[in-house]
Nanobody, 120 residues
Framework: QVQLVESGGGLVQPGGSLKLSCAGSGPIFEIKSMGWYRQAPGNQRELVAVITSGGATNYAHAVKGRFTISSDNAKNTVHLQMNSLKPEDTAVYYC??????????????WGRGTQVTVST
C-alpha cells in the first residue's frame, strides 16, 4: 500500500519552466533514495535525476545545469525543478523511490507518471 503520486506536469513553451512533485504515502519506514525517470514516445525509459536521503544528487547529462532535484525527507516528497525546457524534454515523467517499509521489506516503487510537453 505504499504509493507515489506525481503532480505538476503540463504544457509549456520552449525555454519555460515546470516544477514536478512526488509524494510518498503508506507504511514507509525509510526512503533510501528518490528519483525521476522519463520515457518519450519510441524511447527507452531513462533516469533523469536521483537524490539520496543524505542529499547526494546525480543527473543525466542531458538535463545537467537545467534541472534541479530536491527532497523533503520529513514529508517523503521529492521535487524536480525544470528550467530552460526543450522540445526533447517532452516525455512522461515517473517518480521512483527505494523504500524500506514499516514491516521491513525493501523495494523500488513507481508512480503512475505525469506528462510534460514542451512545444510551441
Amino acid at each position: 500500500q505504499v504509493q507515489l503520486v506525481e503532480s505538476g506536469g503540463g504544457l509549456v513553451q520552449p525555454g519555460g519552466s515546470l516544477k514536478l512533485s512526488c509524494a510518498g504515502s503508506g507504511p514507509i519506514f525509510e526512503i533510501k533514495s528518490m528519483g525521476w525517470y522519463r520515457q518519450a514516445p519510441g524511447n527507452q525509459r531513462e533516469l533523469v535525476a536521483v537524490i539520496t536521503s543524505g542529499g547526494a544528487t546525480n543527473y543525466a547529462h542531458a538535463v545537467k545545469g537545467r534541472f534541479t532535484i530536491s527532497s523533503d525527507n520529513a514529508k517523503n516528497t521529492v521535487h524536480l525543478q525544470m528550467n530552460s525546457l526543450k522540445p526533447e524534454d517532452t516525455a512522461v515523467y515517473y517518480c521512483s523511490a527505494q523504500i524500506i517499509s514499516a514491516v521491513g521489506y525493501e523495494r523500488e516503487f513507481w508512480g503512475r507518471g505525469t506528462q510534460v510537453t514542451v512545444s510551441t
